[in-house]
């Protein structure tokens, strides 16, 4: 792994960031670099994922059914669309991060992402969407509830890896 130390942080001008590059090594899936920064003195953290070798267009499809399915690996590029049916899509922009992870990560990310929204909201029917979201991802996540994830890419850096998941063309 490289590192560079007392970098300039885009978001805060101060040499506080530290800059890493990993290449490694993810079964059925390549070579990918990954790529960090951390800024000590704003806080800021940035990462993504970046294969080493051109792919195509992809999309995959995972059916969680069980807890066993939640230890199953997960690689979103910063350009991937992810989508949860009747839950969340989340779409790649400027601030979209791609890393390594599984199904339980991914899921545990969702929550924190709908928990801090439904505290800044003042409507009383969309705090109790959330909690009811909420309440579903937390069944899934002790397997007592099924739910699909479809991880979108156009530039096919992201993969479901597990014989479990559907790769298709998008």
């Known amino acids: 792994?490289?590192?560079?130390?007392?970098?300039?942080?885009?978001?805060?001008?101060?040499?506080?960031?530290?800059?890493?590059?990993?290449?490694?090594e993810i079964p059925y899936f390549g070579r990918v670099y990954l790529f960090s920064m951390d800024c000590s003195a704003c806080g800021t953290r940035k990462a993504d994922v970046e294969p080493a070798?051109?792919?195509?267009?992809c999309r995959y499809t995972l059916e969680v059914a069980s807890e066993d399915d939640l230890n199953i690996k997960?690689?979103?590029s910063g350009e991937a669309t992810v989508k949860i049916p009747?839950?969340?899509?989340?779409?790649?922009?400027?601030?979209?991060?791609?890393?390594?992870?599984?199904v339980e990560g991914?899921?545990?990310?969702?929550?924190?992402?709908?928990?801090?929204?439904?505290?800044g909201e003042d409507d009383p029917a969309a705090k109790k969407k959330a909690k009811n979201i909420?309440?579903?991802?937390?069944?899934?996540?002790?397997?007592?509830?099924?739910?699909?994830?479809?991880?979108?890419?156009?530039?096919?850096?992201?993969?479901?890896?597990?014989?479990k998941a559907q790769k298709s063309k998008l």
Not at 138 to 155: A, N, Q
Request: glycine content about 6%; charged content about 35%.
């Open 74 to 76: 997960v690689v979103k």
């Open 1 to 24: 792994m490289s590192e560079l130390k007392d970098q300039l942080c885009p978001f805060c001008g101060e040499n506080k960031a530290a800059l890493r590059e990993e290449e490694i």
């Open 86 to 102: 009747h839950i969340i899509t989340i779409e790649p922009g400027p601030a979209s991060e791609g890393y390594v992870t599984n």
């Open 53 to 57: 070798e051109k792919k195509e267009p």
């Open 106 to 119: 991914l899921l545990e990310r969702v929550k924190a992402m709908i928990q801090s929204a439904a505290e």
């Open 134 to 163: 909420l309440k579903k991802l937390g069944k899934v996540l002790v397997g007592r509830e099924k739910l699909k994830i479809i991880i979108e890419d156009e530039t096919g850096h992201s993969a479901i890896i597990s014989d």
